[in-house]
């Protein structure tokens, strides 16, 4: 069964700093790019960074650059999120997910984990 789990969601004071992973089980990440998306209460899914199956080519949305780093070990079939200077705007269930390519439409991603909740508050 091919399934991702996110994991490392808490609690954090703005500013501080978390790190998410997404790890696969049931398929090799080799072949294929991961996402990060995330979703506050009342809005829509949003693309938060992605980076292709080599890694050799990364993304982030605006409200992001600077801050979030997106990276990946396929060996241990995991992708991970580092995201430094939080801010309660970043407040949302980070979900990652898996397709051939990197894009931001949602509905093209093939696999999807359960999400891991992020809230920075102080």
């Known amino acids: 069964q091919l399934q991702l789990v996110e994991s490392g969601g808490g609690l954090v004071q703005p500013g501080g700093s978390l790190r998410l992973s997404c790890a696969a089980s049931g398929f090799t990440l080799d072949y294929y790019a991961i996402a990060w998306f995330r979703q506050a209460p009342g809005k829509e899914r949003e693309g938060v960074s992605c980076?292709?199956?080599?890694?050799?080519?990364?993304n982030y949305a605006d409200s992001v650059k600077g801050r979030f780093t997106i990276s990946r070990d396929n060996a241990k079939r995991t992708v991970y999120l580092q995201m430094n200077s939080l801010k309660p705007e970043d407040t949302a269930v980070y979900y990652c997910?898996?397709?051939?390519?990197?894009?931001?439409?949602?509905?093209?991603?093939?696999?999807w984990g359960q999400g891991t909740q992020v809230t920075v508050s102080s």
């Open positions: 997910a898996a397709r051939g390519v990197c894009t931001v439409i949602a509905g093209l991603y093939n696999y």
């Open positions: 980076i292709s199956l080599s890694g050799g080519s990364t």
